[in-house]
């Protein structure tokens, strides 16, 4: 059973930096492609960005393409979240999931705000 915790979120002005970390307990991630989703209050869950095994592949969502980028580093265990120039409207909960297991971490809060 693969349990994601995700850590590193908090409260930062307009145009500041995050780094959002999500490892696992129970299981290694090296072997899954892993996601970032956010939920905005109000709002549907939508994805920002996922990696692939490797790191080779990644993608990101066009409201955070430049300003986002995800990595992976296997020998840790964790998937990271780099955030720059963060806007107000990046203010959501932030979710890691694997898509083979259909698991979800429990969130970690980001707020964007002056």
């Known amino acids: 059973q693969l349990q994601l915790v995700e850590s590193g979120g908090g409260l930062v002005q307009p145009g500041g930096s995050l780094t959002l970390s999500c490892t696992s307990s129970?299981?290694?991630?090296?072997?899954?492609?892993i996601g970032w989703f956010r939920q905005a209050p109000g709002k549907g869950r939508e994805g920002v960005s996922c990696?692939?095994?490797?790191?080779?592949?990644?993608v990101n969502a066009d409201s955070v393409k430049g300003r986002f980028t995800i990595s992976r580093d296997n020998a840790k265990n964790t998937v990271y979240l780099q955030m720059n120039s963060l806007k107000p409207e990046d203010t959501a909960v932030y979710y890691c999931?694997?898509?083979?297991?259909?698991?979800w971490g429990q969130g970690t809060q980001v707020t964007v705000s002056s």
């Open positions: 990696i692939g095994t490797s790191g080779a592949i990644r």
């Open positions: 129970g299981s290694s991630l090296a072997d899954y492609a």
């Open positions: 999931y694997v898509g083979r297991l259909r698991s």
